[in-house]
C-alpha cells in the first residue's frame, strides 16, 4: 500500500509539520496502526478509509502519534486531505468521521485546505503550583482547552519569552492530558502574524510539535476575544515553524494553511 509524507501548514518542503497519511480500504488492527505510526515516528499518522455514499461523513478518519492514538489532530487532517485531493483527484470538500466529530476540509482557490473544528472551549483556571518552574517563565494566565484538545494554555508575557522557552519536558507533563501550549501576542503584526506560540506535548512522545491545528482551536478563541478580530494569523515558532490562518465562527474554528507532498512510497509490511 501507498504511504506518504506530508508537510502540513507549510509554504515549502521541510518546513511545517510532517505527517503520514495511509489510505486503506478498511481500519486494521490497532496494533499494526501503531507499529506503522511509531516507524514512521512523525508527530502524528493519519489512517483512513472511504465510507459507502450516503451517510454524514465520506472517509473514517483515525491519528497516531508513536505512542498512542489522539482524539483530534489538525495537521494529520489537513495532510490526509491534501492527499486526496493531489493523489486520489478528490476535489470538492472532504467529510471525516473522527473521534472529534465530522471534521470538513474544503480546497480553498489559492491552493490552500480549510479545515473546519470544533472550537475549544476555554476555561480560566489557576496557574498550577510548580509549572513556571518547569516552563522556565511566569505565565500571565492558564487556561484549560477542554477534553478534544486536552491541553493548558498559558499566555506568556511577551513574544521574547515564548521564543526563549526551554522547558523541563519530564516535569510539563504532569499538568495536563497530552501538554502544555505557550503564547503570546505578536511583538510587530506587520511581520504576518497577529500572535505566536510554541506546544509542548510530552505525555503522547511529541518533546516540541512543530504546527499544531487542534492547538488553534483554542488559540482562535484566546486572541480573537483579546484582539477583537475573528480572523487572525498565527506563527507557531518551532524550529520548523508554520503559519495558520484562524477563523472563528462560534462554536466552529477554521483553520487554513497549505501542505506539500515530500515523500510517496510503498509500505511493505502487511
Given at each position: 500500500?501507498?504511504?506518504?509524507?506530508?508537510?502540513?501548514?507549510?509554504?515549502?518542503?521541510?518546513?511545517?509539520?510532517?505527517?503520514?497519511?495511509?489510505?486503506l480500504?478498511?481500519?486494521?488492527?490497532?496494533?499494526?496502526?501503531?507499529h506503522?505510526?511509531?516507524?514512521?515516528?512523525?508527530?502524528?499518522?493519519?489512517?483512513?478509509?472511504?465510507?459507502?455514499?450516503g451517510?454524514d461523513?465520506?472517509?473514517?478518519?483515525?491519528?497516531f502519534t508513536?505512542v498512542?492514538?489522539?482524539?483530534?489532530?489538525?495537521?494529520?487532517?489537513?495532510?490526509?486531505?491534501h492527499?486526496?485531493?493531489?493523489?486520489?483527484?478528490?476535489?470538492?470538500?472532504?467529510?471525516?468521521?473522527?473521534?472529534?466529530?465530522?471534521?470538513?476540509?474544503?480546497?480553498?482557490?489559492?491552493?490552500?485546505?480549510?479545515?473546519?473544528?470544533p472550537?475549544?472551549?476555554?476555561?480560566?483556571?489557576?496557574?498550577?503550583?510548580?509549572?513556571?518552574?518547569?516552563?522556565?517563565?511566569?505565565?500571565?494566565?492558564?487556561?484549560?482547552?477542554?477534553?478534544h484538545?486536552?491541553?493548558?494554555?498559558?499566555?506568556?508575557?511577551?513574544?521574547?519569552?515564548?521564543?526563549?522557552?526551554?522547558?523541563?519536558?519530564?516535569a510539563?507533563?504532569?499538568y495536563?492530558?497530552?501538554?502544555?501550549i505557550?503564547?503570546?501576542?505578536?511583538?510587530d503584526?506587520?511581520?504576518g502574524?497577529?500572535?505566536?506560540?510554541?506546544?509542548?506535548?510530552?505525555?503522547?512522545?511529541?518533546?516540541?510539535?512543530?504546527?499544531?491545528?487542534?492547538?488553534?482551536?483554542a488559540?482562535?478563541?484566546?486572541?480573537?476575544?483579546?484582539?477583537?478580530?475573528?480572523?487572525l494569523?498565527?506563527l507557531?515558532?518551532?524550529?520548523?515553524?508554520?503559519?495558520?490562518?484562524?477563523?472563528?465562527?462560534?462554536?466552529?474554528?477554521?483553520?487554513?494553511?497549505?501542505?506539500?507532498?515530500?515523500?510517496?512510497?510503498?509500505?511493505?509490511?502487511?
Amino acid at each position: 500500500m501507498r504511504i506518504r509524507i506530508v508537510d502540513a501548514f507549510a509554504e515549502r518542503p521541510f518546513a511545517g509539520n510532517p505527517a503520514g497519511v495511509v489510505l486503506l480500504d478498511a481500519f486494521p488492527d490497532d496494533q499494526w496502526m501503531r507499529h506503522v505510526a511509531m516507524e514512521v515516528n512523525h508527530a502524528e499518522t493519519a489512517f483512513a478509509h472511504p465510507l459507502p455514499p450516503g451517510g454524514d461523513a465520506d472517509w473514517a478518519l483515525r491519528w497516531f502519534t508513536p505512542v498512542t492514538e489522539v482524539a483530534m489532530c489538525g495537521h494529520a487532517t489537513l495532510a490526509t486531505a491534501h492527499v486526496l485531493r493531489t493523489a486520489e483527484g478528490h476535489a470538492g470538500p472532504v467529510r471525516f468521521a473522527t473521534r472529534s466529530g465530522v471534521l470538513i476540509a474544503t480546497p480553498t482557490a489559492d491552493g490552500a485546505v480549510t479545515l473546519d473544528f470544533p472550537t475549544a472551549p476555554l476555561t480560566r483556571v489557576e496557574t498550577p503550583d510548580g509549572v513556571a518552574d518547569a516552563l522556565g517563565a511566569e505565565p500571565v494566565a492558564a487556561f484549560d482547552t477542554g477534553p478534544h484538545v486536552g491541553d493548558l494554555l498559558l499566555e506568556l508575557a511577551d513574544e521574547k519569552t515564548v521564543l526563549g522557552l526551554s522547558p523541563d519536558l519530564r516535569a510539563l507533563g504532569a499538568y495536563s492530558t497530552r501538554g502544555i501550549i505557550t503564547t503570546a501576542r505578536a511583538e510587530d503584526p506587520a511581520k504576518g502574524y497577529d500572535y505566536l506560540s510554541r506546544c509542548f506535548f510530552p505525555n503522547v512522545g511529541i518533546d516540541e510539535d512543530p504546527v499544531t491545528g487542534s492547538a488553534h482551536t483554542a488559540l482562535a478563541p484566546h486572541w480573537s476575544a483579546r484582539l477583537g478580530r475573528p480572523d487572525l494569523t498565527g506563527l507557531q515558532a518551532s524550529r520548523r515553524t508554520g503559519f495558520v490562518r484562524t477563523a472563528l465562527r462560534g462554536d466552529r474554528t477554521l483553520l487554513t494553511g497549505r501542505a506539500v507532498t515530500v515523500i510517496d512510497g510503498e509500505l511493505l509490511t502487511p
